[in-house]
């Protein structure tokens, strides 16, 4: 007799069986995870990045639409939201990272405001750019090219990319707008360049009561902590009217008609009045996208324990493949570039070791196309004090860094220092990048450098050089 045919044999449970298969497909054992982590984890991350829904469709609304800016408003974030869902599901499954992707800000506001405005370049015309760049992305990924780009950023550079992002998040998230729902609490003066903001400003006051809520949730080592503590943000927001309450919960999307496949379209733009254009637009998006993701995931890869000593990351070829699929996908829905999120460091903050984490991301991705409206009263300062807690915890990779050997303390200082000064992870990366080698061949020590680490510091220095001579890229 079969055993499962005796009277008190205990039927299987397939909701028990289809949880195993997760757990043994994304490695929960091997990774020191469980559901509930994973899940809370790709919640947070969701929460700290799920302003680009709002913020991206309005950045490129000035460029895309067609007749008057913002009719293509609606169109743009289901785009946004198409996109992200995409290329974090495949980072997800083919790496198993908690990795999320999204339209890049600042790549946004180029292609919006330097490309189409600022050089008339049709936007048709310019999301094949982003298509082009994408298509050379995969191409670089399948060389190895970007893995070893990777592997020959120094050590002590990965270590510094890991605190300069969290310095990075921590300033992003103290110097929002509050007249757009930032935080303001470091705002712009023009004699002193930044300064404390004001402090009778509401937003202001409920995003430092935010900061504390967090603090005390995390230092009483509650579970999910930077989710609560944004959660009870918003809602501390909502109640004393410093954000408008959700005014629905759900609407049904509409598909982005006017947008899809218009970056296939636009290759018939391209003429040989804007190919040289082009093609300095192009490699921009590449160069700026290319040292964004590979400082985001050696920053995000350090903190999460992913850094192998000789300084791999396992997986890369999988985890920059997705970022190449993104960009590509993004662009034919009709979005810019698409980059790993430095935001991802909230959830890996949280416990996230696996792609079930980015799994969790995408589908909140997927899901929000119907509930926009529910989504979007987030306030922007509502995310701001988990994002301080995360660049707290990014910023103990300092003492990592051999501080008594200028070789290491003089680039890993920069990269720290320009990235959020400049406002990008590329800059502060490139900065030290070049400083690197130099350092070691003053000490005498070029022995200890490699040719693709002068390689690099080459492209950068010929990369600021360009910028010099043209000062609208």
Same mark, same amino acid.
């Given at each position: 007799?079969?055993?499962?045919?005796?009277?008190?044999?205990?039927?299987?449970?397939?909701?028990?069986?289809?949880?195993?298969?997760?757990?043994?497909?994304?490695?929960?054992?091997?990774?020191?995870?469980?559901?509930?982590?994973?899940?809370?984890?790709?919640?947070?991350?969701?929460?700290?990045?799920?302003?680009? *829904?709002?913020?991206?469709?309005?950045?490129?609304?000035?460029?895309?639409?067609?007749?008057?800016?913002?009719?293509?408003?609606?169109?743009?974030?289901?785009?946004?939201? $198409?996109?992200?869902?995409?290329?974090?599901?495949?980072?997800?499954?083919?790496?198993?990272?908690?990795?999320? $992707?999204?339209?890049?800000?600042?790549?946004?506001?180029?292609?919006?405001?330097?490309?189409?405005?600022?050089?008339?370049?049709?936007?048709?015309?310019?999301?094949?750019?982003?298509?082009?760049?994408?298509?050379?992305?995969? #191409?670089?990924? *399948?060389?190895?090219?970007?893995?070893?780009?990777?592997?020959?950023?120094?050590?002590?550079?990965?270590?510094?990319?890991?605190?300069?992002?969290?310095?990075?998040?921590?300033?992003?998230?103290?110097?929002?707008?509050?007249?757009?729902?930032?935080?303001?609490?470091?705002?712009?003066?023009?004699?002193?360049?930044?300064?404390?903001?004001?402090?009778?400003?509401?937003?202001?006051?409920?995003?430092?009561?935010?900061?504390?809520?967090?603090?005390?949730?995390?230092?009483?080592?509650?579970?999910?902590? #930077?989710?609560?503590?944004?959660?009870?943000?918003?809602?501390?927001?909502?109640?004393?009217?410093?954000?408008?309450?959700?005014?629905?919960?759900?609407?049904? =999307?509409?598909?982005?008609?006017?947008?899809?496949?218009?970056?296939?379209?636009?290759?018939?733009?391209?003429?040989?009045?804007?190919?040289?254009? #082009?093609?300095?637009?192009?490699?921009?998006?590449?160069?700026?996208?290319?040292?964004?993701?590979?400082?985001?995931?050696?920053?995000?890869?350090?903190?999460?324990?992913?850094?192998?000593?000789?300084?791999?990351?396992?997986?890369?070829?999988?985890?920059?493949?997705?970022?190449?699929?993104?960009?590509?996908?993004?662009?034919?829905?009709?979005?810019?570039?698409?980059?790993?999120?430095?935001?991802?460091?909230?959830?890996?903050?949280?416990?996230?070791?696996?792609?079930?984490?980015?799994?969790?991301?995408?589908?909140?991705?997927?899901?929000?196309?119907?509930?926009? =409206?529910?989504?979007?009263?987030?306030?922007?300062?509502?995310?701001? =004090?988990?994002?301080?807690?995360?660049?707290?915890?990014?910023?103990?990779?300092?003492?990592?860094?051999?501080?008594?050997?200028?070789?290491?303390?003089?680039?890993?200082?920069?990269?720290? $220092?320009?990235?959020? *000064?400049?406002?990008?992870?590329?800059?502060? #990366?490139?900065?030290?990048?070049?400083?690197?080698?130099?350092?070691?061949?003053?000490?005498?020590?070029?022995?200890?450098?490699? $040719?693709?680490?002068?390689?690099?510091?080459?492209?950068?220095?010929?990369?600021?050089?360009?910028?010099?001579?043209?000062?609208?890229?």
């Amino acid at each position: 007799m079969n055993p499962d045919d005796r009277p008190n044999a205990i039927p299987p449970n397939p909701n028990q069986n289809f949880q195993l298969a997760i757990a043994r497909f994304f490695k929960f054992r091997e990774n020191h995870t469980n559901f509930r982590t994973e899940i809370i984890a790709g919640v947070t991350t969701f929460m700290t990045m799920a302003y680009i *829904l709002a913020v991206n469709p309005a950045i490129l609304s000035n460029a895309i639409f067609l007749e008057r800016s913002g009719d293509l408003f609606g169109e743009l974030v289901i785009a946004t939201a $198409l996109s992200s869902a995409i290329a974090t599901l495949v980072m997800a499954v083919t790496s198993n990272y908690p990795f999320a $992707l999204a339209p890049g800000m600042g790549l946004n506001a180029f292609f919006a405001f330097s490309v189409v405005i600022g050089l008339g370049i049709e936007w048709r015309v310019a999301l094949s750019a982003i298509f082009i760049e994408g298509i050379l992305f995969i #191409l670089l990924t *399948l060389s190895k090219v970007r893995n070893q780009i990777i592997q020959a950023i120094p050590e002590c550079l990965k270590h510094a990319t890991a605190a300069g992002i969290g310095f990075f998040l921590a300033y992003v998230a103290l110097s929002g707008d509050p007249a757009t729902g930032g935080a303001g609490i470091i705002v712009a003066n023009p004699v002193t360049i930044t300064g404390l903001g004001n402090l009778r400003e509401p937003a202001t006051l409920v995003a430092i009561a935010g900061i504390v809520i967090t603090s005390a949730a995390v230092a009483r080592r509650i579970t999910g902590a #930077l989710l609560w503590g944004i959660l009870a943000t918003a809602i501390l927001g909502w109640i004393l009217g410093v954000a408008p309450p959700p005014q629905g919960i759900a609407a049904f =999307p509409a598909f982005p008609a006017h947008l899809f496949g218009q970056a296939i379209a636009g290759l018939a733009g391209i003429r040989a009045s804007n190919l040289w254009d #082009l093609i300095a637009v192009t490699f921009v998006f590449l160069f700026v996208d290319l040292f964004d993701t590979i400082g985001t995931l050696a920053g995000v890869g350090i903190q999460a324990g992913y850094i192998r000593e000789n300084g791999e990351l396992p997986r890369a070829t999988e985890a920059l493949m997705a970022d190449a699929i993104g960009t590509t996908a993004g662009a034919i829905l009709g979005t810019s570039t698409v980059t790993t999120y430095i935001e991802s460091a909230a959830g890996v903050a949280e416990g996230g070791r696996t792609g079930f984490t980015g799994v969790t991301t995408a589908l909140l991705f997927l899901l929000s196309i119907f509930f926009i =409206p529910l989504f979007q009263s987030v306030p922007g300062f509502a995310t701001a =004090p988990a994002l301080v807690i995360v660049g707290v915890l990014m910023a103990g990779n300092v003492r990592r860094i051999r501080w008594d050997d200028p070789a290491e303390s003089i680039p890993s200082f920069l990269t720290i $220092l320009v990235m959020p *000064l400049s406002f990008s992870i590329a800059e502060g #990366l490139a900065v030290g990048a070049i400083a690197y080698p130099l350092i070691k061949s003053f000490q005498g020590k070029t022995r200890e450098t490699t $040719l693709t680490q002068w390689i690099l510091a080459a492209i950068f220095v010929l990369r600021f050089v360009y910028m010099a001579v043209t000062p609208s890229l």
